[in-house]
């Protein structure tokens, strides 16, 4: 399965990607995309995470290299610009400011890890299960607050799942019935797939988890793919397009229309008062 869109790639400027927006909308575009969203891990000020995200000081050069390639690419592909954020408290007013002042088109919600009162990182998955619930929290704080597109790799609960117990399953049914609380849109992360063919991960339930894509596809959930690319030659992986459409086809999920999506978020985006 042959993806034509993602609202989700990333850059060198991550630590942990590579390739910079010109590089990847080579291979989009050779390989029939026709929508891009660049949304690199979003820089925050104040915030060290060396092979997470890049420095706050990064940005204004991330703004001007997607205005360079869309001055270059944008009439063969539909381009725009984005940050996969997590959601936190600390963060909720420069995340409207990128929004509303800085020309950002949208944002994803991508939990990785969160932050304490002073900044400091809070790593989910180094506190057990305290770790796990309050991770499961912050995905559904992130639902209500209306202020992203879409919830990426909403799964992430189960990254380090050895199997799904009670426990695992009550953080994804908690997600799920979330999701249908807030009318959030979720996404099924491609790169899960390429992810967990390595053996670190390829011994976990992991994400994209079949357990939770299944109750998903019982219920009126908006879904979505996630390319979240982090290097351009992930845009045509054909296994991860194989997995893709595999897993799609046992758990039947019926995909939703992205554009429809991204022009419902623009407009509550303006009644939120950030259009």
């Not at 420095?55 to 204004?60: A, K």
Request: net charge negative.
């Amino acid at each position: 399965m042959k993806l034509d869109y993602t609202f989700h790639s990333h850059t060198y400027r991550c630590n942990h990607a590579s390739g910079d927006i010109p590089d990847y909308l080579q291979y989009a575009i050779k390989n029939g995309l026709k929508i891009y969203g660049v949304s690199d891990h979003v820089f925050l000020p104040g915030v060290i995470e060396p092979y997470t995200r890049g420095n706050y000081e990064l940005l204004d050069g991330y703004i001007d290299a997607f205005k360079s390639a869309k001055a270059k690419y944008g009439n063969d592909v539909k381009m725009y610009l984005g940050f996969e954020c997590e959601y936190s408290d600390l963060f909720l007013n420069y995340y409207k400011y990128l929004l509303k002042d800085r020309g950002i088109d949208y944002l994803i919600c991508g939990q990785h890890n969160t932050f304490n009162s002073d900044k400091s990182v809070y790593n989910y998955f180094n506190n057990g299960k305290e770790g796990l619930v309050r991770l499961k929290d912050d995905i559904i704080s992130a639902m209500k607050s209306g202020l992203f597109l879409y919830i990426a790799h909403p799964d992430i609960v189960f990254q380090f799942c050895d199997k799904v117990d009670d426990f695992f399953a009550s953080l994804g049914d908690e997600i799920i019935d979330a999701a249908i609380k807030y009318d959030a849109v979720l996404e099924i992360n491609r790169h899960g797939l390429i992810r967990n063919r390595y053996p670190k991960h390829s011994k976990y339930v992991s994400y994209p988890c079949d357990y939770f894509w299944n109750k998903v596809s019982k219920t009126n959930i908006r879904v979505v793919v996630g390319g979240d690319y982090h290097s351009p030659i992930e845009i045509e992986d054909q296994q991860a397009s194989i997995d893709l459409e595999a897993l799609i086809k046992r758990n039947n999920i019926h995909l939703s229309n992205i554009e429809d999506i991204y022009q419902e978020y623009q407009n509550r985006l303006k009644t939120l008062g950030i259009r």
